[in-house]
């Protein structure tokens, strides 16, 4: 790692705060739809059936999720800045497009542009943040990144009631509009990390098939990213189902009806997420100084704490076990969710790190698509609360496996 200039060390947090907003609104302009169904249906008459609101929601995630990998490989080799102000300008751009739309069929294309756009922004941008931050800041720098996640899918969560006071029309224009201005924004403020660069020009030419092709060898080639891979997707499956699911869950278990039931539920793990990230990069940051494996234990105790979580989440029937559960969930998820792309750099080199986290963002996406239909199925049979319980033991044996296979050798792979 190359000695940094006072200047330089804090243009790396300048990067964070720009890419905040960025991750913010690209969780927010996904999540904006699922709560627009009823207001959206009295000019797409489509919409009244479930089916096809499903099919609507469902072409995002399938095809984000097919895409990530793609993402992840172009991150790795075309400039990060250009692609991300680019997969934010197209996507804000569909999300304007979406306010003028009274057509399921365009709306439905919308979508699936979306789920393209999308996919080319969080390796990209998780690779940037990784590069700035290669000392003792990069999980707290990851952490705070993702707190733009949470709080874009908790104000996502807000769609029915702007749409309330203004209309689904002008709520997507607008959120489409201030997207366009800040991609804006990014062409002047957002840089490229320069010593990348500088390891671009040397590096061998090849066609970017081959080049592709030999990266993906090297990642699949390494026992310790299946590791990475299955230790992320697993947790994966109580993170989408508790995120589809668990406004459900409180409005059954606890006998409220959904209007409070969902901001309750969502802000509660937006924000206990949000404090998880914050302490879960703290103690990664600062255990790593002192113990190489520090990152991998910092996630091990985030991933432990949703075990009992879902349990509390599953099994309980008062507001003290439930919503209990539901705030150590979040802090849990957190701390997990603030050292993976830290914990991938310490195992892959910086030249294949959006890829790899590229891959490891389809197999959480599909591994949250096939939980979220299963659970539907649950929900059908009664058994919600039961099947949710019951994700605590896949995550109790990917920490039992990460804990015994992943032996990094040093903090940051070179």
């Not at 997507?172 to 990348?196: A, P, W």
């Not at 539920?265 to 302490?279: D, R, Y």
């Not at 076990?321 to 969930?329: D, N, Q, Y």
């Amino acid at each position: 790692m190359m000695k940094e200039s006072v200047a330089e060390r804090r243009y790396a947090w300048v990067v964070v705060a720009l890419l905040w907003v960025v991750a913010l609104l690209n969780y927010m302009d996904r999540q904006m739809l699922s709560t627009m169904k009823n207001a959206m249906m009295v000019d797409i008459v489509e919409l009244e059936k479930a089916e096809n609101f499903g099919r609507l929601m469902a072409v995002f995630l399938w095809i984000y999720g097919l895409m990530s990998p793609v993402a992840g490989i172009i991150g790795d080799r075309l400039n990060r800045k250009w692609l991300i102000v680019g997969s934010l300008f197209v996507w804000s751009g569909v999300t304007f497009a979406m306010g003028y739309t009274h057509d399921y069929g365009v709306l439905y294309a919308l979508r699936a542009i979306m789920g393209v756009s999308e996919a080319l922004y969080i390796p990209a941008g998780l690779s940037l943040i990784a590069d700035y931050h290669q000392g003792s800041t990069r999980s707290l720098a990851v952490g705070i990144h993702m707190t733009g996640l949470y709080m874009g899918q908790a104000l996502g969560g807000f769609g029915a009631t702007i749409a309330d006071s203004l209309s689904w029309q002008k709520t997507f224009q607008y959120f489409g509009i201030v997207g366009i201005i800040y991609s804006l924004v990014l062409i002047l403020l957002l840089r490229e990390y320069k010593y990348r660069k500088k390891v671009k020009k040397v590096s061998p030419g090849v066609s970017g098939f081959r080049s592709a092709a030999s990266g993906l060898s090297v990642l699949f080639g390494m026992i310790s990213f299946w590791m990475i891979l299955f230790y992320f997707a697993v947790p994966s499956i109580p993170g989408w189902a508790v995120k589809n699911w668990i406004p459900t869950l409180f409005s059954s278990s606890l006998g409220i009806e959904m209007p409070l039931a969902g901001p309750m539920s969502t802000i509660i793990i937006a924000f206990s997420s949000l404090v998880g990230v914050i302490f879960g990069g703290i103690l990664s940051d600062r255990w790593i100084l002192k113990n190489i494996r520090g990152r991998i234990y910092t996630g091990a105790i985030g991933l432990s704490l949703t075990i009992p979580s879902l349990l509390l989440i599953g099994l309980g029937h008062s507001y003290l076990w439930i919503i209990g559960g539901a705030v150590l969930f979040g802090i849990g998820y957190g701390m997990f969710d603030a050292n993976n792309m830290p914990i991938l750099c310490q195992f892959v080199t910086p030249r294949l790190r959006a890829t790899g986290y590229g891959l490891m963002n389809m197999a959480g996406v599909f591994a949250g698509a096939f939980i979220t239909r299963l659970l539907g199925k649950s929900m059908d049979s009664g058994n919600l609360a039961r099947d949710m319980a019951l994700l605590a033991i896949p995550v109790l044996l990917a920490v039992i496996l990460q804990l015994a296979i992943l032996r990094p050798e040093s903090a940051n792979k070179e």
